[in-house]
């Protein structure tokens, strides 16, 4: 598995999430009777500046190694992180690249999305990296989009925007199908699954996280999460959620209540979350979650081990800059 997290001060970090107990077979034994945290570590692959100014979002395909940034300097620059190499910018925008997605077929990369502070998302087919399209997201026409999700089908994407504004994006088409006010603006939004299997999105506005059903949009339930949420990740029935409250909250998508949570688990406020859930990997990396923090932590959590009043981080790694956004792939 592999980390991907930017900072405010222009670096890009790329980690790979490494097994230590099968490093020397000779210990083997050992291992087997130390705890978990010391069989994890989070390997360098990359650090330097990418970008002219602060890296304001990242995306990574789910089980590809590839990556992207967006940045001030309006550029959306690619990475390949089993090679810890850097595949070069996209020069299509023309503002600050405010947020970015992937949408992938399995394990291949299909798209990827990038939005704008002018208002527009460029869609680019991930074979090559040609701009299939360029649409204007809101009505509103220099809204930027901050949050982007692409549903698994790969045929629409929800966005929303700064000033208020939700917007559904036909990604088939090339052009914006629906678009209509939020009570408050969103920062941002993630298709997910309940435990039944339902089709959800969620929204975080502020201290606030509403789970819609996606073919009508109604409200199933709203969560209060104390403190203005900065980032969320959802599991198949779970999403997880952390922000200014420094901890990581697990909340069950069926109910829509709180089933664990790591009090403390940063000491400032956390900026990115990832899963690591891939529904095709019985090990135990499904069951691990990372999280970065603004002070340039990143950690690494069991999620079964939430529910114990002081889990212990599996890994870390200081990057001892000012984090603004994590994203997580697999290596094969």
């Known amino acids: 598995m592999a980390l991907v ?4 001060e222009r670096f890009i970090w790329g980690f790979s999430l490494k097994s230590l ?9 050992a291992s087997a009777s ?8 989070l390997a360098p692959l990359f650090s330097y500046p990418a970008h002219a100014g602060p890296i304001r979002c990242v995306a990574a395909a789910p089980r590809a190694g590839l990556a992207a940034s967006g940045g001030s300097d309006d550029t959306v620059r690619l990475y390949d992180l089993p090679a810890a190499a850097d595949l070069g910018p996209l020069l299509d925008p023309s503002a600050a690249v405010s947020a970015v997605a992937f949408y992938s077929r399995g394990p291949v990369p299909r798209n990827l999305l990038a939005a704008s502070d002018d208002g527009l998302l460029h869609l680019y087919d991930a074979d090559g990296f040609a701009l299939l399209a360029s649409i204007r997201v809101f009505s509103a026409r220099h809204e930027p989009a901050d949050g982007l999700a692409v549903h698994p089908t790969g045929r629409v994407a929800l966005a929303v925007g700064r000033s208020g504004g939700l917007a559904m994006l036909n990604l088939v088409r090339g052009r914006r199908s629906f678009s209509c006010r939020l009570e408050r603006p969103a920062t941002a939004v993630a298709y997910a699954e309940d435990g039944a299997g339902g089709d959800r999105f969620v929204m975080a506005a502020e201290e606030k996280v509403t789970v819609h059903d996606s073919e009508d949009a109604r409200i199933i ?11 969320f990740a959802s599991a198949k029935g779970v999403l997880y959620t952390g ?14 209540k709180v089933t664990s949570r790591i009090e403390g688990a ?11 859930d891939d529904k095709n990997d019985g090990s135990e990396v499904c069951n691990l979650i990372a999280s970065a923090s603004s002070d340039g932590i990143i950690r690494i959590w069991d999620a079964r081990m939430m529910a114990n009043q002081k889990p212990t981080p599996l890994a870390e790694a200081n990057t001892k800059a000012r984090l603004t956004c994590l994203a997580g792939s697999s290596l094969k």
């Open 21 to 29: 107990a099968s490093s020397a077979s000779a210990s083997a034994s």
């Open 266 to 276: 940063h000491s400032t406020r956390v900026k990115g979350i990832v899963v690591f």
């Open 5 to 8: 997290a930017g900072s405010y």
């Open 221 to 231: 339930h709203e969560i209060d999460c104390g403190k203005r949420v900065l980032a």
């Open 243 to 256: 922000g200014e409250e420094r901890g990581i909250a697990a909340w069950d998508l069926s109910s829509g």
């Open 34 to 41: 130390a705890s978990s945290s010391e069989t994890l570590s």
